[in-house]
């Protein structure tokens, strides 16, 4: 007799529907869990508890169908992997480009799926042109290695602008098309990216304050699971709500950290991107008596995103982007720069800025 | 188990409200209401919202419900509080009532830096030194709002540094009359006087909401917030400045949202020390502030031996003659950030008829 009885060790025979005379003569042979059973046959039973063949045979039938039952339990509720399975899986991670080729080699490939990314920056530094920029961009068709998902952007402060998404996505579409020109065998654009697609595939929702914020992560669950091509999502800015009447600390803190908890598991649930920007606060050194800037609402959520990076703009107007988290890779500071068509690589002879027709 | 799921699909399939349409939930499958009242009552809280913020265990040893039905009670209040179905971009593209309107400087040269002029909707900041033309652009926008048909109408004007420049005003509406004869301009623009925090207060948290809820305002002007800001508090008091300024700055962006106009705070600069390069001058009240605007417009005067240099490439616009006898300073108008803009900067020069936009630097 071969079961895995180490799924129901210590299952006690009282639970099993064996007939009460039977159940009495096994308890009294000291037999009163499943794998007492382990290694025993019908004959054995019989000679140690007295009971006759056929109904030992009867008994352990029912204690096999009970231990495949909860072996197939057991199956199901747990989907154990083993670390080269979550490798594997890893390199199936689709991403999100942003169109800035440096950055997105520091973030193997762009915006991760499945996982949550920060932007954090200063006022004008391009946290807002990165979400528009990913928004369009996540309606890349897969033939020239997008997601071609859609997007759910939900903007507090007004910072969504429709003429520069438009003028971002019209670049975008131009953009794709070349890419599919050169990559097609008979020169021909095989990608059927247009402005309607791009537009109609970002979702927008506004939000005042912070309980709408909340409000709203509540019911993206619904709307993440209705609608399977949505592949990013855009909080853009989160700090703001928080930092904008909300004293109360304690409050905050459980509020972000109920986000937190709610952000990461709808991007592992449904495995879309989740963009957030944050802004940046001076930390005052008291003993050195000076300041730098570090990303605003607080340690607790500095826990929380996988990914964190910090733009910034020098005094000459050039732009950085500085990968400040991530688990496995290396800090690293690289040019990028925003121009009208959105963002781009830093070139240094870059000098023909194109104008929206 | 596989039941339930079968029994809530159902119930899925005849729910026809149109609540649960707009999100295609599930039917609520207890009744939320009186749920919500009970729970309202044992916490002593008055507001339902007040229920997103409470955690989970909370409400659950509120309510005495399970788990489940907490996320259900929770997803109630959101429906309710949230009751907007997602747009997409293109619907926001074709309706222009979603959209953000601009408010044109009257000038065209100016316009076109701004792509059409200053945002509705957000607060716009302009800054600058002294005698930059801060106060004219103002000015200007006062009236060029009277003059747009659809979405124009009266402004507000909040000062708190000096005395309102009306005789300077009555010098731009002669000019701005050319353009609507019989319109009067002066009435249409309600001027408060702010000294201090109080009345401060009190103007933006009360006059103001009741002033626009007439919807006969289309654009509010602070002039400036700094001067108020910066004389009260103490350097040690740094914390308290940026609550306030924060909560001041959620009380305009909640205005210009609602009302969807634009509000336009004047900002002063400060100068900036131990920079080798760059502005010599940053805009005041740091980055609390900067933190709450959308776009940030800010004005130079050109140093003096540059207008010395300047005044034979004047090329003037017709009928500006008489404006020749005084010569022109020229400053420059250069758009810091705004998330539909370029940096840019354009030279522009004041004269009795308002600011024009000359070229770009």
């Known amino acids: ?357 | 188990m596989d039941e339930d799921k079968v029994s809530r699909n159902n119930a899925d399939g005849n729910s026809n409200s149109a609540e649960s349409e707009a999100y295609g939930s599930k039917e609520v499958l207890f009744d939320a209401e009186s749920k919500i009242k009970a729970v309202l009552q044992k916490a002593r809280i008055s507001d339902e919202t007040q229920i997103l913020v409470l955690s989970d265990p909370d409400l659950a040893n509120l309510s005495g419900l399970t788990h489940q039905d907490v996320q259900e009670l929770k997803l109630h209040v959101a429906k309710k509080l949230v009751p907007q179905v997602p747009l997409n971009a293109l619907q926001i593209l074709k309706d222009e009532s979603l959209q953000h309107w601009r408010l044109s400087v009257s000038c065209p040269m100016i316009d076109r830096i701004l792509k059409g002029g200053i945002l509705s909707g957000v607060i716009t900041e302009i800054s600058g030194e002294s005698a930059c033309g801060k106060t004219q652009l103002c000015l200007q926008l006062c009236l060029s709002v009277q003059l747009d048909q659809k979405h124009g109408g009266g402004a507000v004007y909040i000062c708190t540094e000096d005395v309102f420049p009306s005789r300077r005003l009555q010098q731009l509406i002669k000019f701005f009359a050319k353009n609507k004869k019989s319109h009067r301009y002066g009435d249409n623009i309600f001027i408060e006087h702010v000294g201090d925090f109080e009345s401060l207060d009190v103007c933006v948290e009360r006059r103001l909401p009741t002033l626009l809820a007439r919807g006969l305002v289309k654009l509010v002007v602070i002039d400036s917030v700094a001067a108020l800001f910066r004389c009260h508090y103490t350097a040690a008091q740094v914390m308290e400045r940026a609550r306030h300024l924060s909560q001041f700055a959620s009380v305009l962006h909640q205005l210009a949202k609602q009302h969807r106009i634009p509000v336009v705070c004047v900002n002063q600069v400060s100068a900036s020390m131990g920079r080798a390069a760059g502005p010599s001058v940053t805009p005041a009240l740091g980055l609390t502030w900067a933190n709450q605007i959308t776009c940030r417009i800010m004005m130079k005067r050109l140093s003096s031996s540059l207008c010395c240099e300047d005044p034979q490439s004047t090329h003037q616009k017709p009928g500006e003659s008489s404006s020749s006898l005084n010569l022109p300073t020229y400053r420059v108008l250069s758009v810091v950030f705004a998330p539909h803009l370029a940096p840019a900067n354009l030279k522009v020069c004041i004269d009795n008829t308002g600011i024009h936009g000359l070229e770009d630097i």
């Open chain 1, 1 to 357: 007799m071969e079961y895995p009885c180490e799924i129901s060790y210590g299952k006690a025979i009282t639970t099993l529907p064996l007939n009460p005379t039977g159940l009495g003569k096994l308890l009294c042979a000291g037999l009163n869990t499943v794998p007492c059973f382990a290694s025993l046959n019908q004959s054995i039973l019989n000679l140690g508890t007295g009971i006759s063949v056929k109904e030992a045979e009867q008994i352990l039938k029912i204690l096999c169908q009970d231990v495949k039952l909860s072996f197939h339990k057991f199956e199901q509720l747990s989907n154990i992997k083993s670390a080269m399975d979550l490798h594997l899986e890893e390199q199936k991670v689709e991403h999100i480009v942003t169109f800035c080729e440096a950055l997105d080699s520091m973030l193997d490939g762009g915006i991760p799926l499945g996982e949550v990314t920060e932007f954090c920056g200063a006022p004008g530094t391009g946290k807002s042109q990165f979400c528009l920029q990913l928004a369009v961009n996540a309606c890349i068709p897969k033939c020239i290695g997008g997601v071609e998902g859609e997007t759910v952007y939900i903007d507090t402060e007004g910072s969504f602008i429709i003429d520069r998404l438009v003028d971002i996505a019209r670049s975008a579409v131009a953009h794709c098309h070349q890419v599919s020109v050169t990559q097609g065998r008979h020169g021909q654009s095989q990608c059927d990216l247009t402005m309607e697609k791009i537009l109609e595939s970002i979702h927008c929702l506004y939000c005042n304050g912070y309980k709408e914020l909340m409000a709203i992560i509540l019911l993206l669950q619904k709307i993440l699971s209705q609608n399977q091509k949505i592949k990013l999502v855009v909080v853009d800015n989160l700090a703001s709500l928080f930092r904008q009447n909300l004293n109360d600390m304690n409050l905050r803190r459980l509020l972000l950290a109920t986000l937190a908890k709610t952000l990461l598991k709808i991007a592992a649930d449904f495995n879309v991107a989740v963009v957030l920007t944050n802004q940046m606060t001076t930390k005052i050194i008291p003993r050195e008596g000076n300041s730098h800037l570090i990303p605003a609402i607080g340690d607790t959520w500095a826990h929380v995103q996988t990914n964190k990076v910090v733009l910034s703009v020098d005094c000459h107007g050039d732009r950085s982007a500085l990968l400040y988290k991530a688990s496995n890779k290396k800090e690293t500071r690289l040019p990028f720069e925003i121009n009208n068509d959105g963002i781009r690589d830093f070139i240094h002879s870059y000098t023909q800025v194109r104008q929206p027709p």
